[in-house]
């Protein structure tokens, strides 16, 4: 059964880089028709899809978030990861890794979820 | 402002029956892409409860399903539990955004 956990630091200052990795258990992140996935959830509000990223490599981007963001995977450590630059507390949330059954599927299953803060 | 229009809360007595409707457009689930729901318990992560507009996964009570018609979806649960008590969220895909769109979500009280 595949699971995910993200990691990385849960503060970040403003303007800097938010940096996020997922690691991929029980299953390989080069299966095919899988594409890993980040989705956000602002502190009490709904879900933000933020991009993915197909097992070939292709990156699909929020158009909102496009010119800030670089999704990418190691397929040698069995992770994908999230960079987002320039960042401001409009950035604070849940951040969630999933995996998605293709570019227009489900997403199944999800992360535990890592709340990264933006402050100084 | 949502791509995907959820009521913001429905409530319901235990043993009932609500709906919950997800209204999109041309783009999105009028252009016969599917449509995914999701459960989120309070504090937890979201969890697939429906999956290409009416399918369930293994493990999800038949309780739960769902329907969809031009360019709504709803998802209906019978039978209303106190654990059902939780925020669901649709999901689809946007040709006009190139990717996945979410509702805003409904938050479900069982009374």
């Known amino acids: 059964q595949v699971q995910l956990q993200e990691s990385g630091p849960g503060l970040v200052k403003p303007s800097q880089t938010l940096s996020l990795t997922c690691t991929v258990s029980?299953?390989?992140?080069?299966?095919?028709?899988?594409?890993w996935s980040w989705i956000r959830q602002h502190p009490g509000k709904g879900l933000e899809w933020i991009g993915y990223?197909?097992?070939?490599?292709?990156?699909y981007y929020n158009p909102s978030l496009k010119s800030r963001l670089s999704i990418s995977v190691d397929t040698t450590q069995n992770q994908f990861s999230l960079k987002l630059n320039s960042v401001t507390g409009a950035d604070t949330a849940v951040y969630y890794c999933?995996?998605?059954?293709?570019?227009?599927?489900?997403?199944?299953?999800w992360g535990q979820g890592a709340l990264v803060t933006v402050s100084s | 402002q949502s791509v995907l229009t959820q009521p913001p809360s429905v409530s319901g007595a235990p043993g009932q029956r609500v709906t919950i409707s997800c209204t999109g457009s041309?783009?999105?689930?009028?252009?016969?892409?599917?449509v995914h729901w999701y459960q989120q318990l309070p504090g937890t992560a979201p969890k697939l409860l429906i999956y290409?507009?009416?399918s369930r996964p293994s493990g999800v009570s038949d309780r739960f399903s769902g329907s969809k018609s031009g360019t709504s979806a709803s998802l209906a649960i019978t039978g209303l539990q106190a654990e059902d008590e939780a925020d669901y969220y649709c999901?689809?895909?946007?040709?006009?955004?190139?990717?996945?769109?979410f509702g805003g979500g409904t938050k479900l009280t069982v009374l």
């Open positions: 999933v995996r998605a059954y293709g570019a227009h599927s489900w997403f199944d299953p």
């Open positions: 029980g299953g390989s992140i080069s299966s095919a028709n899988h594409f």
């Open positions: 990223i197909s097992n070939s490599g292709s990156p």
């Open positions: 041309n783009s999105n689930i009028g252009a016969g892409y599917n």
């Open positions: 290409g507009d009416n």
């Open positions: 999901q689809s895909y946007d040709s006009s955004l190139s990717g996945s769109v």
